[in-house]
């Protein structure tokens, strides 16, 4: 028997993805876990493993495509014996006529906790062409049309058809886009559309042609932009704002990188770790939710998820937008464990190779603006968490101690609650916590 | 009296957008100086095509044995009783023509027109006699027209069309250097003949003159006979033409012609060297121009540029109340896109809701020469330059079996897809019958199909169509009997 490899899902939501390079060629063997191909979805570049061991009888898919559907056959392996020739033609010919059969919905339960509406899992198991059939039958589109507003990301029910009789054609979709897709993305139509942009016309209008350009949307744009409408809208957001006094975490940072042990290295000699007053903070967070256990929660209508760990998404620029890869059981990790693993989570995130589970999910987050020199500032919070940590500049203050006034290392700390989830109080506490922990920061050492 | 549209030229640009502007109810007028039907109906595509008819049959006739029927004796060639059913199907449509104006109750006015002025947002016409003789033969004149005088029309459109192109120092004479005016009526048939240019109506002469028995040489300047086909397409073709025994230069300059007592000699450049072809004519088929001289542009100040009148997307001139259409409007020099871009000028004027500008990027070409050529779209080049990732299918006539009955088993259909969308950028045929056949793929594109619905159509068997849905399956790695 051939063996089929498909198109994986690198989510439950993904329909999907580019197969951005084969890493073997057609007459090579592969054995299990040899790596074979990079697939590109928007947010990470995920390696495929061969899952068996067999000649590589046809690559299906050419490497550079775009916008393959999950699920989809991409290459096929001939096993011990079998003629791979032979078996690239049965393959072709099967591939043609029938059609993948619907998989199973895979990972359920990772990656995003939201509610995921019924439909929403059928439109992401590889169906042909998931908008235009689930979503648009009855509307009167060229098949192009369909095609294109799908790929897009548009929903057709938002454009208005040219063609004769009102039908929707190519040029109309690509006037769509032109206009920035003004129309719901089509992701979002699942259960939480967003209300559509206001008119964009109407924006352009006022400003003057030669005074501007318009630079298309790189997709994982889309993706944060619609992820943070969907939070903004959705979770009622409010702000608690405390002031810690830095000196002992400072002091302690300090310290605890002079005693590193020097290891050797290839490259010489270098301390075992370097902690960041980031990493210190990250545990900072993990213990207070772990001390505050009911705001380490998540909203969910039929009830609250009551979090065991707490797992921190950390926000870190990457060309183009930002992601948050997430350390699981923070409050577990020492600090140098939590340094390491930051270190590497941003080297990768900056070359888009995280995959899906290092980004998705997590139960609070830490978002530090601190090295621009921000005072405090409020975050927007990260479905399906119910906190958020925004980490102004540590900075010289004037501040009062034991009825003076001297001078001391504060850091503004703003964390957004979703009131759903984590009443004033309740946030108050978690932010008391937080605020004790870094100015009694041994605690971070247990 | 004051039309609402007055159109200058009955070509097939003109006399269908008459037709139109009456359906739509516009007080119509044509002005005509020649002939009804224009250069397509009187000295292009129809006669071209009775033609090509006759050499085809010459072909079948020749070949009889093949198909297992004797013929005995030699098949002769009358020329005048082929030159006559050629101006005999011309004069039929010619007057088919006469007959539509009438029954649409388009004025028809009789003379060369020139735009005088423009007064009260009306445009005057000034109609008088022809300032050079019509090519002959010529047609009857319809009965009813109007004659020489001033005419008032809010909207003038000028279908002028075009005439051949001269290249200095190689000016047709008629006699030696012909254009395809009389390559359309020789007086005898020529022995020998050199063909300049390899465009559709130079490669379409070739293959009659050579089914009739002359010696043929094609003279090309760009490195590919056809140039606007895909090159696959192109070099498929060539060969087949090679084969019947034409001679095909490519990347080759005529640089001087002389004129013998009754022959002519070219002098030929191609890489470097100078070589000296003699033979009995020679038809000069380097593309034609548009008719834009003593129509009173000057006057208005309507623009034109490369010998044509420049306009919008929707054949407006530069100058409020005039348009152009058709070859005189610029390339692609058909009738089909003469046609339609009048039709859209007047539904535009008409103001019918949903028009919109002519897609030229759907525009099938043509070529009637054995083995025939058609296409519409992108060229694999093309595609290539406009940045798409293209994905190829191929089907030779070989694999097909309606071809191989009709003994046309020479050929070849490619289609070029985006492999992003699945949108068909272009298809490309050779072989018989093809030119029937492009207008499926023509369909396809403006309904906008993707390869999915292709490949779901079922096709009639046995036929040659079956050939572009194997060609669809072949660029999915589908192809089912290959
Ligand atoms: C040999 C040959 C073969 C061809 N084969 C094909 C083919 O197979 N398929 C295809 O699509 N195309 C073919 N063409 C091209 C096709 O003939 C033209 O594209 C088409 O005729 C253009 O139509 P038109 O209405 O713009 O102009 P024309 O057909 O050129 O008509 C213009 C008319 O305007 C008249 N006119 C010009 N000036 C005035 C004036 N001042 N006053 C009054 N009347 C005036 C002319 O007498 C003429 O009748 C062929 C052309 C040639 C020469």
Redo the contacts with the bound molecule.
């Keep these: 028997m051939s063996i089929k490899i498909t198109m994986p899902a690198l989510s439950p939501t993904m329909e999907t993805g580019n197969l951005a390079k084969w890493l073997v060629k057609e007459g090579d063997s592969v054995r299990s876990g040899d790596v074979i191909a990079e697939i590109e979805t928007d947010k990470a570049t995920m390696e495929v493993e061969a899952a068996d061991e067999g000649v590589v009888a046809k690559l299906v898919v050419p490497a550079g495509s775009d916008n393959v559907k999950v699920n989809s056959l991409i290459a096929v392996l001939a096993e011990e014996g079998e003629d791979a020739a032979q078996v690239a033609k049965n393959a072709l010919a099967e591939n043609g006529s029938a059609a993948v059969p619907a998989p199973q919905q895979q990972q359920a339960g990772t990656g995003s906790a939201l509610p995921v509406p019924a439909g929403q899992n059928s439109a992401a198991a590889g169906e042909q062409n998931p908008v235009s059939a689930a979503k648009t039958a009855g509307i009167f589109a060229s098949p192009l049309a369909r095609r294109l507003a799908a790929q897009a990301g548009l929903n057709l029910t938002a454009i208005t058809g040219s063609g004769p009789r009102g039908r929707i054609i190519q040029r109309d979709v690509e006037a769509a886009k032109r206009a920035g897709g003004a129309a719901a993305a089509a992701g979002a139509a699942a259960g939480s559309a967003p209300a559509p942009a206001a008119d964009e016309s109407a924006i352009l209008a006022v400003f003057r042609p030669e005074d501007y350009k318009i630079v298309p949307h790189q997709p994982i744009r889309k993706v944060i932009a619609r992820r943070l409408v969907e939070s903004k809208q959705h979770i009622p957001h409010f702000y608690v704002t405390a002031d810690c006094n830095l000196d002992a975490l400072l002091k302690l940072r300090s310290d605890l990188n002079m005693a590193a042990p020097v290891i050797k290295k290839e490259e010489g000699s270098a301390p075992a770790y370097r902690l960041s007053v980031n990493d210190m903070i990250i545990k900072a967070v993990a213990v207070a939710l772990k001390r505050v256990p009911d705001a380490n929660v998540s909203w969910l209508d039929s009830g609250m998820i009551r979090h065991k760990h707490s797992d921190i998404g950390v926000a870190v620029a990457i060309p183009d937008g930002l992601i948050t890869p997430i350390i699981r059981q923070a409050e577990e990790k020492s600090l140098s464990a939590i340094s390491a693993e930051m270190k590497d989570l941003i080297k990768r995130a900056k070359q888009m190779k995280l995959k899906p589970e290092e980004y998705q999910g997590g139960t609070s987050s830490v978002s530090n603006m601190g090295m621009f020199g921000v005072k405090d500032f409020a975050a927007i919070i990260n479905p399906p968490q119910a906190t958020i940590f925004a980490i102004g500049a540590g900075e010289k203050r004037a501040t009062v101690k034991d009825g003076a006034v001297v001078s001391a290392d504060i850091m503004s700390v703003t964390l957004s609650a979703d009131h759903r989830a984590v009443d004033g109080a309740l946030a108050a506490e978690l932010v008391q916590c937080f605020k004790n922990i870094i100015e009694n920061p041994l605690a971070l050492l247990i | 009296m004051v039309y609402d549209i007055i159109i ?8 269908v957008t008459a037709i139109r502007a009456a359906q739509l109810g516009f007080k119509t007028a044509i ?15 129809i ?3 009775a033609l090509l008819r006759s050499a085809e049959i010459k072909h079948f006739c020749e070949n009889a044995k093949d198909y297992g029927l004797t013929l005995s004796g030699k098949v002769a060639v009358d020329n005048s009783a082929v030159i006559a059913r050629s101006r005999a199907v011309s004069a039929r449509l010619n007057a088919g023509v006469g007959y539509l104006m009438k029954k649409n109750k388009i004025d028809v006015i009789w ?4 735009l005088q002025g423009q007064k009260n947002g009306q445009t005057q016409i000034e ?1 008088h006699k ?1 300032l050079k003789p ?1 090519y002959q033969p010529q047609h009857p004149v319809p009965k009813t027209v109007l004659g020489e005088g001033v005419y008032e029309a809010r909207h003038v459109i000028l ?6 192109r001269a290249l200095p120092g190689i000016e047709p004479d008629g006699k030696f250097i012909w254009t ?1 005016f009389e ?2 009526v020789p007086p005898k048939l020529p022995k020998s003949l050199i063909i300049m240019g390899s465009g ?2 130079g490669v ?2 070739a293959s009659f003159y050579r089914d009739m028995g002359a010696e043929v040489t094609i003279i090309e300047l760009m490195p590919q006979i056809l140039p606007v086909e895909d090159s696959e397409i192109s070099a498929f073709a060539r060969k087949q033409l090679e084969r019947r025994g034409i001679r095909i230069m490519t990347s080759a300059k005529v640089i001087k012609v002389e004129k013998g007592a009754d022959s002519v000699t070219a002098h030929v450049e191609s890489s470097g060297k100078v070589e000296t072809i003699t033979a009995d004519r020679l038809i000069a088929a380097v593309g ?1 121009q548009g ?1 834009i001289e ?2 009173g542009l000057e006057a208005l100040g309507v623009k034109t540029g490369r010998g044509c009148i420049i306009t919008d997307e929707w054949s407006r001139t530069n100058i409020a109340g005039i348009y152009a ?5 610029g390339a692609p ?7 339609e871009e ?1 039709v859209i000028c007047v539904e535009k004027l008409a103001d019918l809701p949903d028009i919109h500008p002519l897609d030229k990027s759907k525009i099938p ?4 020469c054995r083995p025939q050529i058609a296409s519409v779209g992108l060229t694999e080049k093309k595609a290539q330059e406009a940045g798409y990732d293209i994905r190829i299918g191929r089907y030779s006539f070989a694999a097909n079996g309606k071809a191989v009955a009709l003994g046309e088993d020479q050929g070849l259909v490619k289609v070029i897809f985006d492999n992003k969308t699945g949108r068909l950028l272009g298809a490309h045929m050779v072989g018989a019958e093809v030119t029937e056949l492009i207008q499926g793929f023509v369909v396809a594109m403006n309904l906008e199909t993707t390869e999915e619905e292709l490949m779901h159509t079922v096709f009639p068997h046995p036929t040659l169509s079956e050939m572009m849905k194997e060609s669809v399956l072949d660029a999915y790695g589908r192809v089912l009997n290959a």
């Design positions: 200058i030229g009955s070509g097939p640009g003109g006399y002005i005509e100086r020649e002939h009804l039907g224009g250069i397509c109906l009187n000295w292009g595509c006669p071209t095509k003379g060369e027109a020139r109609v022809p019509a279908a002028t069309g075009a005439r051949p395809y390559a359309m559709a109506i379409e002469f034609v008719n003593n129509l259409i058709g070859d005189v409007a020099m058909l009738a089909h896109k003469a046609e009048g070409g043509c070529t009637y």
